[in-house]
């Protein structure tokens, strides 16, 4: 057995299949592959990393898979499926999916090709564990991929407390040792593959505190303007690695951190992005659109026509199309308002059953927020010209922003 020290969960005992994983290559990776990707820029502690949060996820695993009663070969595989969710994440977690995606149609969860090979592989063979099983329950799937991967699973209770510590913010904490406690199965123990893991009776506060962290973060930490730019830049880089350098997607994905880092600065045509992140110099606000200002067409727009607008935007305002970046967001969702609970032995969703969660759908939508961003000395031109191609009213486009309480010392640079 192993005993780890841990800044959330204080000391995580490790054993079994879970112990023989950690000192894999795939895991031991993820030591250099940043929580929460950009965000140390806004808050300079946030340097954990999803190694730590790795754990945490077993952790709370162990203790779901206690308080359900489920043992032997399924708990084996519940545990390796914990400790390996975040294998398949490339450098600085989610921020360059998208782009990999494009490329090779996986995201992070896709990692069955990662578990049949190399050292995780032969240790989950030599636990008589099929790579093929785990994967798909980092994926999700079935009646006990909803612990590892689901509205109510075990890595956004890890995720949520140990990014509002991690940042000092204390709006993600929620009560991971209730939450625990009150998992069941909608079929009290049975082993099909249609049951729902849902929160028993009594706990719809429960579930709403959930809800009500992960939107409180959202805004100050996951979608912070100086994140969200940071995180844009680094993709426009990864782009540039793939159009001018011998990088591949696959290698791309494989990369951690340091390795992106290292990569721009010595492809030519990525060098001065990489010398911004460095330094801090990044690109600032042109404009900061709310929902409602943004045309449904580009609402709409897929990859290839942002790109369109962006060169439009860069030519309008006479500048070179690569000190232009259009960040348009996905559209607002709230996954855990999906969430089950039983209320007076019905399950119901979440969104059903608390008016909490209209409320919170309303906030998400205003705290969305359209992006273009450019060198601090272009942004008045870049506004103007991203105002007239993608059809925006340009009083107020930056306005909350400047206006705002701020959350860090240089929110506002």
Known sequence: MITVKDTVHDHIEIDGVAADLIDTPA???????????????VYPSANH?????????????????????????????????????DVGHGPFSHNIEELTHRHTGKYHDDVEELLERG???EVLRDHDLDPQVIAGLVAGEGKYGQLVSGELDVD?????????????????????????????????????????????????QTAESLLLARALMNPVVYTH???????????????GLLEHAETTADGLRRMDDHDLIVAIRNCPETAELARRYDERDLF????????????DRVHAADHETEIGLEREIAEEAGLDHRDVILDVPAEPSMRESTARVIVNGEVRRLGRQSPLVSALRTAQRN??????YAPAEATDRVGRAAADVLGLELDGLVADVRGAMPTTLDEFE
């Open 27 to 41: 895991v031991q990776r993820l030591r250099h592959v940043k929580q929460l990707g950009t965000v140390q820029l």
């Open 49 to 85: 990393t999803r190694f730590e949060h790795s754990l945490g996820v077993y952790h709370l695993a162990t203790q779901a898979l206690d308080h359900l009663g489920i043992e032997g070969r399924q708990e084996d595989r519940i545990e390796a499926a914990a400790m390996l969710h």
């Open 119 to 121: 050292a995780v592989g």
């Open 156 to 204: 956004r209770m890890d995720y949520l407390v140990r990014d509002a510590y991690h940042t000092g913010v204390p709006y993600g904490t929620i009560d991971t040792e209730r939450f625990v406690r009150e998992l069941t199965f909608t079929d009290a123990g049975a082993d099909r593959e249609s049951a729902e893991l849902v929160l028993d009776e009594g706990n719809v």
């Open 225 to 239: 303007h100086v994140a969200r730019i940071s995180k844009a830049m680094l993709r426009r880089a990864a782009a």
């Open 284 to 295: 600032k606000l042109a404009v900061w659109a709310e929902y409602d200002d943004v045309p």
């Open 367 to 372: 705290q969305w927020r359209l992006g273009v």
